[in-house]
C-alpha cells in the first residue's frame, strides 16, 4: 500500500548551491542532511509538507561522494535533474512485492538503508516507463536514533 510521496530525488552538482536555489527562491529549508556511503550521496531533505499518515514529502537533494556512484553516473550522462520518486509505505516489503508480482524488477532483494535510517528499495526505470521509483518505508521511533 502506497499512502504517499516521500520525496522527489534530484541529482546535483554542488548540494550547497542547490541548497541556497531552494532556500531563496521558495524558502525551504534543510530538515535533515547527512552522507548515505552505500549509496554514494551526500544529500539534504527539504521538507515541502506534511501528511495525514504521519509522513511528510521532501525534496532530497543528492550530491555523489563517490564516482561510481548511481547519482555520479546520472549526472555524467543526463546532467543535474530530477533523478528519481519515492512513494511513500508501511511495509516496503509487501508494497516491493506487490509490484515485482506484476514483473516489474526490483534493484535489491531485501530493502537497504535510506535517509533516517528508513527501509527503501527502488524499481528499475526501464520497468517503470522511464522513472526510477523508490518505496520507503520510514523507520520506527526507536530504530531512528541509530544516526
Ligand atoms: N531515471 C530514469 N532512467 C534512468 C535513470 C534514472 N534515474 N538512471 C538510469 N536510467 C536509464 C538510463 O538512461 C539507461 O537507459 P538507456 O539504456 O536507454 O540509455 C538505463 O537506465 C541504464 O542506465 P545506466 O546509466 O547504464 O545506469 P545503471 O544501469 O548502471 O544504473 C540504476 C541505473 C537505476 C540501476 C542505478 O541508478 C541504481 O542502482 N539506482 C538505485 C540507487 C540510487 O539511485 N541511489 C541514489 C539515491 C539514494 C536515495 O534515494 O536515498
Ligand atoms: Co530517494
Known amino acids: 500500500m502506497i499512502t504517499r510521496i516521500d520525496h522527489i530525488g534530484i ?3 554542488d548540494l550547497d548551491a542547490s541548497i541556497e536555489f531552494y532556500r ?3 524558502g525551504f529549508e534543510v530538515a535533515h542532511s547527512e552522507v548515505n556511503e552505500e549509496q554514494g550521496v551526500r544529500e539534504a531533505m527539504l521538507r515541502v509538507n506534511g501528511t495525514d499518515d504521519g ?5 532530497q537533494l543528492l550530491e ?4 561510481d556512484s548511481a547519482i555520479a ?3 555524467e550522462k543526463h546532467g543535474e535533474g530530477v533523478h528519481h520518486i519515492a512513494f511513500g509505505t508501511p511495509d516496503v516489503v509487501a508494497t516491493t512485492e506487490a509490484a515485482t ?4 524488477r526490483a534493484l535489491y532483494g531485501t530493502p537497504r538503508c535510506g535517509t533516517s ?3 527503501i528499495n527502488f ?3 526501464k520497468d517503470c516507463h522511464g522513472v526510477l521509483t523508490e518505496l520507503v518505508q520510514a523507520a520506527a521511533p526507536s530504530a531512528s536514533e541509530h544516526h
Do not use: I
Request: proline content about 7%; overall charge positive; aromatic content about 10%.
Open 64 to 67: 555523489p561522494v563517490r564516482d
Open 73 to 75: 553516473k546520472y549526472l
Open 11 to 13: 541529482a546535483c552538482r
Open 123 to 125: 524499481l528499475h526505470p
Open 117 to 119: 535510517n528508513s527501509s
Open 101 to 104: 508480482s506484476t514483473g516489474v
Open 24 to 26: 531563496k527562491t521558495y
Open 55 to 59: 509522513g511528510a514529502s521532501y525534496l
